[in-house]
């Protein structure tokens, strides 16, 4: 079993290296190889060390010969530009995003038709493909079945990939799986260029003493998952058998992983409660007009039905959330 993570240097794609290689299997077969590929570095030596590691750094689209040299047998697809990088820049949310996946695909599908392995292939796709339209207004709980209408370049970039996929899927050259992630919170380090980051940063920073910005209005209601859950998503969904009933994955629809709905000041408040009014006082609100659009876009209230036939289901509050990150840091052992 040869495993494939793009991304793997970014946050999630380093969660997701520790759970595979603590569990040392996939689908009932034993990893035997686990390939992480990045532009960056990837910056967690342990997993460095592990026999069934192997980096590749640089262009995804320049390293696919020598990634798929041997069979790969799964591909988690997390590398990506994200939604302010993409808006800034339309030449480079469209290489990172649209043309990669693409080669990605068209890798696998070389693959393929040479008598290789059918790869299965898990895509990180996000819920900014919802947007709300004058003629199509989103409902107050969205779903699969929830025509998209990204308001982003980001957004409209990963229903791209998501239509490739299910039409590469459907002609049998991947088995695709897509998972709509929500905003994964609270994220440890350095703030990252995503619209979304201040949603970590007014929770991480205050907690370490620090001064934050807020760009919103404190109603903005939005959609939560912890980095946990987000990655448990990741491998149930991988895992998951195909055909109808409870525990499998039925059709080519993507699935939208479970979401905590909060609004910013709810927040705020659970910050007050765990670490009282001077952390609060470090954030400063002040409203940006861009991020506003962006994150005002999304829907925040879903119906979880489809995740939940995996067994997959929101966090339970945005405190476990908090508290989660607390333990983390203290234990330095995210999973």
């Known amino acids: 079993m040869r495993i494939l993570i793009t991304g793997a240097s970014g946050f999630l794609g380093g969660l997701l290296t520790r759970a595979l290689l603590h569990a ?18 990837h910056p967690s030596a342990p997993a460095l060390a592990d026999p069934l590691v192997e980096c590749v750094q640089g262009d995804l689209t320049d390293r696919l010969d020598e990634l798929f040299v041997r069979p790969v047998d799964a591909v988690f697809h997390l590398a990506a530009a994200v939604s302010a990088q993409c808006e800034a820049d339309f030449e480079l949310g469209m290489h990172a995003n649209v043309d990669t996946t693409r080669a990605l695909l068209d890798a ?22 919802y947007g709300s339209d004058p003629a199509a207004p989103l409902p107050p709980v969205v779903s ?24 590469y899927t459907r002609r049998g050259y991947v088995d695709g799986r897509v998972a709509r992630l929500m905003t994964v919170a609270v994220r440890p380090g350095p703030p990252n260029a995503a619209a979304s980051g201040f949603l970590s ?16 209005d404190p109603a903005t209601r939005v959609a939560l998952a912890s980095p946990h859950g987000t990655v448990q998503g990741l491998l149930r969904l991988a895992q998951a ?11 080519l629809a ?44 999304w829907p925040a209230a879903f119906d979880h039905h489809r995740a939940a036939t995996l067994g997959l289901h929101p966090d339970p509050g945005f405190r476990s959330l908090v508290e989660r990150y607390v333990a983390d840091r203290a234990s330095s052992a995210p999973l």
């Open 254 to 297: 993507p699935v939208n992983l479970p979401a905590l709905s909060v609004t910013v000041a709810e927040m705020l408040t659970t910050l007050r409660d765990m670490a009282g009014d001077d952390a609060v006082g470090l954030v400063t609100f002040a409203p940006d007009p861009a991020v506003e659009a962006i994150v005002g876009s």
């Open 201 to 216: 940063a007014i929770v991480r920073e205050p907690l370490a003493g620090r001064s934050a910005t807020c760009p919103v």
């Open 24 to 41: 040392r299997a996939f689908d009932g077969r034993p990893i035997t190889s686990l390939l992480l590929a990045d532009r960056a570095a």
């Open 241 to 251: 058998e195909r055909g109808t009933g409870r525990g499998r994955l039925n059709g």
């Open 144 to 167: 699969e079945a929830t025509v998209p209408s990204p308001r982003s370049s980001y957004g409209t970039q990963k229903l791209v990939c998501e239509h490739l996929i299910a039409d």
């Open 108 to 129: 696998a599908r070389t693959q393929q038709a040479a008598g290789g392995p059918v790869a299965r292939l898990v895509f990180s796709s996000s819920l900014a493909v």
